[in-house]
């Protein structure tokens, strides 16, 4: 999960390095992260079917050579077009091993999985915080993308060989294509795609909102926002286990809508802070959610699928938003508050109107 965190939160510091290595616009490098979204959540589905069925090993090993072939390729080419190739398969390699690792802890630890999920996930943020120390003070992305993927070959198939989920026997839930047809999946769903516009908008777009501040200020912001978010993951998982995924996710929204506000004030840190630190733990509260609710035995392949909106969420909070700021700067912060206050409205709507323990 470490290594999964530089395709989103590395994003940051690559972006500004790829943009004048390869001559090219900002919306020209933006449409690489909308590619990145797409990818890595279109594929995530369908590794998950098979990790589900035969199990986390193989498929985990083929997702992470292709993982490094993202930043091993990405280090060597001139061309934009190459580029987007190579970064569309890495980030097809990553976003199954993101659903692996995750569900590895959705269905290992059924009694605390809000802890579990976050535990893991923290590696998403731990990674890219360590990681973005050096590249920020990169002259080029070949280097730094060099060593990444070497490390991801070597490191990542000698963990995957130990992966293993448990017996099938142990878990329950429906198949996948009978919770398609649950109306209470796709309200969550569109929840979380709003709810994820701001972090997304701070990972895809920080390097050109913060251009401004002392590259001093800038390293710390976007070392801070991938450690906050990865932090919060365990704790928030922790305080779902006590009090109830849905409450914990609802104050998730609030902090967030906190963090659009401050985005429109231009106050960074204070924006960073709330985004990074709530926005973060949010996949990983909406896959226990999922897991809590449609049961473990096909969470890999749910949670998939679920997963999907982050595609959606991509181009709202990469491509349109960038394309907002580049026409009205103010207009484009409004359009992330708007998706928080939305996201709240969807997980209301969510909640069965019978007594539930939530």
């Known amino acids: 999960m470490s290594f999964n965190s530089l395709y989103q939160y590395s994003w940051n510091v690559f972006e500004p390095l790829l943009k004048t290595g390869l001559n090219v616009s900002l919306v020209q490098i933006e449409l690489a992260f909308t590619l990145f979204a797409i990818f890595s959540t279109g594929f995530q589905g369908i590794g998950g079917y098979f990790a589900d069925r035969n199990g986390p090993r193989n498929i985990g090993i083929l997702s992470a050579l292709l993982s490094a072939t993202g930043f091993i390729g990405t280090s060597f080419i001139h061309s934009l077009y190459l580029f987007y190739i190579l970064w569309s398969l890495g980030s097809i390699g990553e976003g199954i091993l993101y659903g692996i690792a995750t569900n590895l802890a959705v269905k290992w630890f059924r009694g605390r999985r809000g802890f579990a999920v976050g535990f893991v996930s923290l590696g998403f943020g731990l990674g890219a915080a360590i990681a973005n120390i050096f590249i920020a003070r990169a002259v080029s992305f070949r280097t730094p993308m060099l060593i990444i993927g070497v490390a991801e070959i070597i490191l990542l198939p000698a963990l995957l060989i130990m992966a293993k989920y448990p017996e099938s026997g142990t878990m329950t839930g429906e198949k996948t294509s009978k919770n398609l047809r649950n109306k209470r999946f796709w309200i969550l769903y569109m929840s979380f795609i709003l709810g994820s516009v701001p972090l997304i908008v701070v990972s895809a777009s920080f390097g050109y909102l913060g251009e401004t501040l002392p590259l001093f200020e800038f390293t710390v912001l976007v070392s801070l926002f991938p450690l906050l978010s990865g932090v919060s993951r365990p704790i928030l998982g922790y305080i779902s286990d006590l009090i109830g995924r849905i409450r914990v996710v609802m104050i998730i929204d609030l902090f ?29 509260m909406y896959f226990s959610l999922v897991g809590d609710i449609f049961g473990s035995k096909f969470s890999t392949a749910n949670n998939g699928v679920f997963y999907t909106g982050k595609a959606i969420s991509g181009f709202l909070g990469s491509t349109l938003f960038a394309s907002l700021f580049i026409f009205d700067h103010r207009l484009s912060f409004v359009f992330v508050l708007v998706a928080s206050v939305a996201a709240i409205f969807f997980l209301i709507a969510s909640i069965p109107r019978k007594k539930v323990n939530v």
């Open 256 to 284: 967030l809508i906190l963090g659009s506000v401050f985005l429109i004030l231009h106050e960074y840190l204070f924006a960073i802070i709330f985004i990074g630190f709530f926005g973060g733990a949010m996949i990983s």
